[in-house]
């Protein structure tokens, strides 16, 4: 069971509604049904959600508005789509305004059950502090806050860079599978996922040529290594 944690069910169909609620309050959780992306945000900024599935095609603000805003002021919440569309372009900016996950209707009750239960769980464990704070050569990078520092100097990452980064630490010197972490971190090995994930690695290395010693090695089809050199 599941409870004392909270849901934010937005979805515009009541009838669908009605039914989510039925069967994700009889496994335990506490529900809270919003129709339109206004009443989504009232809900999650009055009543303490700890996770929040969004219906896409909603009714004066969408899904993916909804997301922004939620994610304006919390990076942690876990936030999982619903869509009746199945376009690639719809899952790339689902992952873009910081999904946790997508699904497609129509979808079986059990798998909801099994993505949400997903989610929850994976952000309560990325939350414990001993699992959050690494150092990698003179970097500091502290998960939680999104924070990677040298030398007195701090950048903040995004959501994505956040947790790429996470993830090569936590793997350090170890080969870290591509098709693996576009799965982990994207839901989704598309073309148009690998070609994201490639932006963000970039990206990182850009950061982490602060320090000389400190890369992020391709291993040529297979996958990436977060690396130190020794002198």
């Keep these: 069971m599941n409870l004392g944690i909270k849901l934010l069910v937005a979805e515009d169909d009541p009838n669908l509604g009605a039914i989510l609620k039925a069967y994700l309050t009889q496994k335990g959780y506490t529900v809270y049904l919003a129709t339109d992306g206004n009443a989504a945000l009232e809900v999650y900024h009055n009543d303490g959600v700890d996770a929040c599935l ?15 805003e ?4 919390d990076k ?12 690639e372009a719809d899952k790339l900016k689902g992952f873009e305004v910081g999904a946790d996950d997508y699904l497609t209707k129509p979808f079986s009750m059990e798998e909801l ?42 950048r903040r990452l995004t959501s994505k860079e956040a947790e790429l980064l996470r993830l090569f630490c936590m793997n350090f010197n170890q080969l870290v599978d591509r ?4 799965q982990k ?16 690695i970039t990206k990182l290395r850009k950061f982490l040529k602060a320090d000389p010693t400190v890369q992020i090695i391709n291993v040529h089809g297979v996958g990436f290594k977060l690396t130190q050199k020794v002198d």
Excluded: C
């Design 76 to 87: 942690r919440i876990p936030l999982l789509f619903l869509t009746a569309r199945n376009l």
């Design 54 to 68: 969004l219906d896409v095609m909603m009714p004066i603000k969408d899904g993916f508005a909804v997301a922004k």
């Design 70 to 73: 939620i994610r304006r002021v």
């Design 113 to 154: 059950l099994a993505r949400i239960n997903a989610v929850i769980r994976r952000s309560f464990d990325e939350n414990k502090p001993e699992n959050n704070v690494f150092s990698v050569g003179k970097f500091t990078f502290d998960y939680n806050h999104q924070m990677l520092s040298i030398d007195g100097n701090d």
């Design 185 to 200: 971190i994207w839901k989704d090995d598309s073309y148009f996922a690998a070609r994201s994930m490639d932006v963000y």
């Design 179 to 182: 098709n693996s972490t576009l």
